[in-house]
């Protein structure tokens, strides 16, 4: 069974940092590209960062609102994809998407950055 499961949200103040990490299991992952999105309250669901598979060497490209800020990353040996999120912003305030580059979803994790 496909699945893909999303950790580490949670409520922080603006500045701070927080590492999201979306856990697969049930496939090869190394071979998929994977993506994270989010989904603000009334906004529709945005593409922030992806990442190609390993054999296409893990190329990685951002949205233009979170280039410089987050970063995404992948580990193979744990199956487990990985977004790096530094100087938060209110704006970043959503539910954060793991997505298997075919169009499998993870359930989401709520980040919420307030003071």
């Known amino acids: 069974q496909v699945q893909l499961v999303e950790s580490g949200g949670g409520l922080v103040q603006p500045g701070g940092s927080l590492r999201l990490s979306c856990v697969a299991s049930?496939?090869?992952?190394?071979?998929?590209?994977m993506d994270w999105y989010r989904q603000a309250p009334g906004k529709e669901r945005e593409l922030v960062a992806v990442i190609s598979g390993t054999s296409t060497g893990g190329l990685t490209n951002y949205a233009n609102s979170v280039k410089g800020r987050f970063t995404v990353s992948r580990d193979d040996a744990k199956n487990t994809l990985y977004l790096q999120m530094n100087s938060l912003k209110p704006e970043d305030t959503a539910v954060y998407y793991c997505?298997?580059?075919?169009?499998?979803w993870g359930q989401g994790t709520q980040v919420t950055i307030s003071s």
């Open positions: 997505r298997r580059a075919d169009g499998v």
């Open positions: 049930g496939f090869t992952f190394s071979k998929y590209g």
